[in-house]
């Protein structure tokens, strides 16, 4: 039964240790992931136009 449990259970995609602080993030929203290539994409646009 234990094993069962635990092949449900979702796997970390991002896990970060600092000192007392502990966070753990299962999964990336979906609006996260839009933000940060909206803003690498504007930001590699900038940076082309500008050379």
Do not use: Y
């Not at 753990?24 to 050379?51: D, E, M, N, Y």
């Amino acid at each position: 039964m234990d094993k069962r449990v635990e092949s449900n259970r979702q796997q970390q995609q991002f896990e970060l240790r600092c000192g007392g602080l502990h966070v753990v993030i299962h999964r990336v929203p979906v609006w996260l992931i839009a933000l940060v290539t909206t803003a690498t994409g504007s930001g590699a646009a900038a940076w082309w136009t500008g050379r």
